[in-house]
């Protein structure tokens, strides 16, 4: 299984990314995919996740509530994070990952795989 993150770069505060994760070598479609990010000298920490069976069910934390939107494309193993009115205290390397379970879980240690990180900045 190979996840690839791309979509990063400088970007001035108020403004917006859109990062792009493409799923390899497996099937995704009934599994949890979600963002996670690690600032400088933080610890990472869950962004947002979508899971699709009976619908499409998705989880933010607070801070990207309203400025980020998680989606995923099933036919084509892509999930997407729209970024808008990006802050400073946005600035981090954005991860994608794969939980092969159907709920949401926030916790890293639940993901089973992970791509290489994009690095989002965001100058002030």
């Known amino acids: 299984v190979q996840l690839q993150a791309s979509g990063g770069g400088l970007v001035q505060t108020g403004g917006s990314l859109n990062l792009s994760c493409a799923a390899s070598g497996g099937t995704f479609v009934s599994y949890v995919m979600a963002w996670f990010r690690q600032a400088p000298g933080k610890e990472r920490e869950f962004v947002a996740a979508a899971v699709t069976w009976s619908g499409t069910y998705t989880a933010y934390t607070d801070s990207v509530k309203g400025r980020f939107t998680i989606s995923r494309d099933n036919a084509k193993n892509m999930v997407y994070l729209q970024m808008n009115s990006l802050k400073p205290e946005d600035t981090a390397v954005y991860y994608c990952?794969?939980?092969?379970?159907?709920?949401?879980?926030?916790?890293?240690?639940?993901?089973?795989?992970w791509g290489q990180g994009t690095l989002v900045t965001v100058s002030s």
């Open positions: 990952a794969v939980d092969r379970n159907r709920l949401i879980r926030r916790s890293q240690d639940n993901y089973d795989f």
